[in-house]
């Protein structure tokens, strides 16, 4: 039974920083999709972030325009994890944050659909 769980998740303030996690287990996915999305009150799930295997053990990454240059996600992939490192928060930012996975080649990863597996989410709230 594959699960992704979420851990890092917590309240803080305009300009703070935040660590998601996502641990994998009951199989590996060091060559295939991990990312992140996020959903607030009222809102559908979102894109953020997202990593795609590129081969000679490196990962690219794609976020999204509302993250870029203050998010970054990487892989770990002793722990079979992907993280999510959130520097510069906004209150824009609050919602919950779901960690994904794919078992699938290609795809487009910017969408939630195209993932196999999601984690139960993790609180992220930023006070203005």
């Known amino acids: 039974q594959v699960q992704l769980v979420e851990s890092g998740g917590g309240l803080v303030q305009t300009g703070d920083s935040l660590r998601l996690s996502c641990v994998a287990s009951?199989?590996?996915?060091?060559?295939?999709?991990m990312g992140w999305f996020r959903q607030a009150p009222g809102k559908e799930r979102e894109f953020v972030a997202t990593?795609?295997?590129?081969?000679?053990?490196?990962?690219?990454?794609d976020l999204s325009d509302s993250v870029t240059g203050r998010f970054t996600i990487f892989r770990d992939n002793a722990k079979n994890a992907v993280h999510l490192q959130m520097n510069s928060l906004k209150p824009e930012d609050t919602a919950v944050y779901y960690c994904a996975a794919r078992v699938r080649p290609g795809g487009n990863l910017n969408l939630r659909n195209e993932y196999d597996y999601w984690g139960q989410g993790a609180q992220v709230t930023v006070s203005s």
């Open positions: 009951g199989r590996t996915f060091d060559t295939y999709p």
């Open positions: 990593t795609r295997w590129s081969g000679g053990g490196s990962y690219s990454a």
